[in-house]
């Protein structure tokens, strides 16, 4: 069988892990080999860069953010991803090379392409068979994460415009990609999501 990447996109709150999760599951009855990782992190050495990229505590310089992010990606894509994809698996991976281009890229105004260089070197230009986009407003977002009773990362702390930004950025990909970028309504219950995802990669499955 053909190594698949999955990958999952979108704003904080949007239930990008609740869809990974039904998604290994949903997979695996259907006789696919599936893994599931995050980033940042996924490997030891992503997981500590992972833990100081979003410590509150700490002030990260918007370029230091992205190398961060770009850091831990290279090292989960030499240690976990490409092994797994080489192997035949599917990997679903909560947040890829997307992220860094709507938060840091936009959301940072560093610029998407010159983030987008520093990742395809990061990564060997690694790209998604298929990336999964779950689309909601901001607001609603924020207000699914102040539910959940978290302490808010270093991110999760900014202000609305800078979530407003990622959100744009977030369509705008899409928009340039829309064979491989599928946008799924994220403001439904898990279970319409779940079943919008499984559509959206039915050609890969049956494949």
Known sequence: MTGRL??????????????????LDALGTRGIDAE??????????AEHIRTLVKDPRL?????AEALLY????????????APALAAGRWVLLDRFVDSSLAY?????????????AIN????????????????????????RQDGRGETPDRLEREADDFFERIAAAYE?????????????????????????????????VDG
């Not at 770009?70 to 991803?81: D, I, P, T």
């Not at 840091?104 to 987008?116: D, S, T």
């Not at 395809?120 to 207000?143: M, Q, S, Y």
Request: glycine share 12%; no cysteine; net charge neutral.
């Open 120 to 143: 395809a070197f990061a990564t060997g230009d690694l790209t998604p068979d298929r990336t999964l986009l779950l689309r909601i407003d901001p607001a609603l977002g924020r207000a």
């Open 6 to 23: 999955i990958t999952i996109e979108g704003l904080d709150g949007a239930g990008k892990t609740t869809l990974a999760r039904g998604l």
């Open 104 to 116: 840091q890229g936009a959301g940072r105004a560093l610029g998407i392409e010159q983030v987008r």
């Open 36 to 45: 599931l990782l995050r980033e940042p992190g996924g490997v030891a050495a």
């Open 59 to 63: 002030h990260v310089g918007a370029r």
């Open 70 to 81: 770009a850091a831990a990606r290279a090292q989960l894509v030499e240690e976990a991803l």
């Open 172 to 204: 705008g990909l899409a928009a340039a990609e829309p064979q491989r970028i599928r946008t799924l309504d994220a403001s439904a219950d898990a279970p319409a999501v779940l079943a919008q995802a499984l559509a959206a990669l039915k050609d890969l």
